[in-house]
């Protein structure tokens, strides 16, 4: 299936989504979809419909947010990126007074003990890295770094920050000084390792990162 499909199958997926939430019985007969009177039971309780956010890397998917979606998120946003989604909300005459933005750091984990947790993650993410730059490559996007053969090049890519409590509040407050997010979000279990491994680091943000943004 070429780009344009996979972009005219998304497009029609999302609209139905809207549609649905919005309590319409809907029936679509397409090149992608053929089906009749299909609706959400039980009907959504949140009115208007809950909120629906769209992401990703490219301009067609940041139109597709503003056209479908009720909010836009990307890892690593700039302010290149949300003033092109601003202008995209104008352009469609779109409120942009109450928008929602999403960003934040590919992983940001807070630890007392930097240099041990790193260790423990950097093989994971290693491996998560590589993984999705072979499947952004494969769909005609940049990959997220070149290939990461070891810790030392994962450091350099800096995809992988874990830091004591004090330096996360500084460099989610940088951010925000930067692009105007109203959300922040980061990955915070690396794949193959436990749940019970990221607990630690996430009571240690609840109690001493949260606060500060109170």
Do not use: C
Not at 85 to 93: C, D, G, P, S, T
Not at 185 to 202: F, K
């Amino acid at each position: 299936m070429s780009s344009k499909e996979r972009g005219a199958r998304t497009d029609q997926s999302l609209d139905i989504i809207r549609r649905a939430l919005a309590g319409e019985t809907v029936t679509v007969k397409s090149d992608f979809f053929d089906f009749q009177n299909v609706r959400v039971t039980p009907e959504p309780i949140q009115q208007p419909h809950p909120p629906i956010w769209l992401g990703g890397f490219t301009p067609a998917a940041l139109r597709r947010a503003v056209r479908f979606g009720d909010g836009f998120t990307v890892p690593g946003a700039n302010r290149d990126v949300y003033d092109r989604y601003v202008a995209e909300l104008k352009k469609e005459n779109r409120p942009t007074d109450d928008l929602r933005f999403a960003s934040g750091f590919w992983f940001l984990i807070v630890s007392e003990d930097p240099e041990k947790t790193f260790a423990e993650a950097a093989d994971h993410v290693i491996y998560q890295v590589n993984d999705y730059s072979v499947w952004l490559q494969a769909g005609g996007l940049q990959p997220l770094a070149p290939r990461l053969d070891d810790r030392e090049a994962l450091k350099q890519s800096g995809l992988l920050q874990v830091v004591d409590p004090d330096t996360a509040i500084r460099m989610i407050r940088n951010l925000a000084d930067t692009v105007p997010i109203t959300h922040f979000y980061s990955w915070t279990l690396p794949p193959g390792l436990p749940p019970r491994w990221a607990q630690t680091h996430l009571e240690l943000f609840a109690s001493k990162v949260i606060p500060a943004f109170r």
